[in-house]
């Protein structure tokens, strides 16, 4: 009853993501079209076919695979380079979100469904995918990224190298550590605790953590920090930056979790849109902290 109070928050992130994604992809578009066609029937052709797949898995809803589509080629127009090549954008580290997300929600299903945590057949909803993959549409367009550069206490390095692909992929990192570390715990975890009281609290409790549940979203991250630092050609600076962020992005969810979403304050698409957030910012704040992570 609680969360459907709260479905408004939902929409709320659905308004916050797609009206800017879809503009910012649109805009991309035309930005593109005449220096390079190609770029923009790749970014096009391929994301819509993630979400046709996506859907056929049954890992998504129509609208959901459509909210998708539109994010991932947000977020390729805005990491093309010459010369162009799909994988070299941030399609990678998003398809590779999707694969770790429909596999750990895949695994020990039977169990999931003894303990009554298992996703909906139908798959995820539009608001789901906007909350976990629309913060790295945010903020790698074009508008954000350029604020940031007229920052004045942003470092010098991050303007001319690829720093600030780090804000995106903290935050796609997050998304894929969230997932991977609830659905993995509710398999191999044993019986969670509580991240606030470390109080033992059944499978599926909102802010409930296990040893192998972390381990298992600190790799998650990693494996899409790595994959995004290849694809976008990219070194260790990137590397850590982004991992940290996702680290600290799927502990301050669980947080969340515990605290306003237990409370009845939040919802999960809330909370898991303001924990992208909270990767992107968290990878900023290093960015700001330590400006030799730019140098070389």
């Known amino acids: 009853m609680a969360q459907e109070k709260l479905a408004w928050q939902s929409k709320v ?27 923009v029937i790749w970014a096009v052709g391929l994301s819509a076919l993630l979400g046709l797949v996506t859907w056929k898995l049954r890992a ?66 539009a608001s789901q995918v906007a909350a976990n993959l629309g913060m790295a549409a945010l903020v790698a367009s074009e508008p954000v990224r350029l604020w940031l550069i007229d920052s004045r206490w942003l470092p010098t390095a991050a303007h001319t190298g690829h720093l600030l692909d780090a804000l995106a992929l903290a935050a796609l990192a997050e998304a894929a550590a969230d997932t991977v570390s609830s659905e993995i715990g509710q398999v191999l975890g044993g019986r969670p605790r509580m991240i606030t009281t ?46 940290a962020g996702a680290v600290f992005g799927f502990l301050f969810d669980s947080v969340l979790g515990a605290t306003l979403e237990e409370g009845g304050l939040l919802n999960n698409d809330a909370v898991n849109f303001l924990a992208t957030a909270g990767a992107a910012g968290f990878a900023l704040f290093l960015m700001v902290l330590w400006p030799h992570l730019g140098a070389g």
Not at 15 to 32: E, K, Q, R, S
Not at 216 to 234: D, E, T
């Open 13 to 39: 992130v659905l308004l916050a993501v797609l009206p800017f994604a879809g503009t910012n992809a649109l805009l991309a578009c035309f930005g593109w079209a005449p220096e390079s066609m190609a770029v």
């Open 60 to 125: 998504a809803t129509p609208a959901a695979a459509s909210t998708g589509a539109l994010i991932t080629a947000s977020l390729m127009l805005s990491t093309f380079e010459f010369p162009y090549e799909p994988l070299h954008t941030a399609l990678t580290p998003t398809l590779a979100v999707a694969v770790l997300a429909f596999a750990a929600t895949r695994a020990g299903q039977q169990k999931k469904e003894r303990l009554g945590t298992a996703e909906a057949r139908r798959g995820r909803s």
């Open 198 to 243: 470390l109080r033992a609290v059944e499978p599926g409790r909102n802010g409930a953590v296990s040893a192998a549940g972390t381990l298992a979203g600190a790799m998650a991250a990693a494996a899409v920090a790595g994959l995004g630092c290849w694809a976008l050609l990219s070194d260790w600076r990137l590397f850590v930056l982004s991992s």
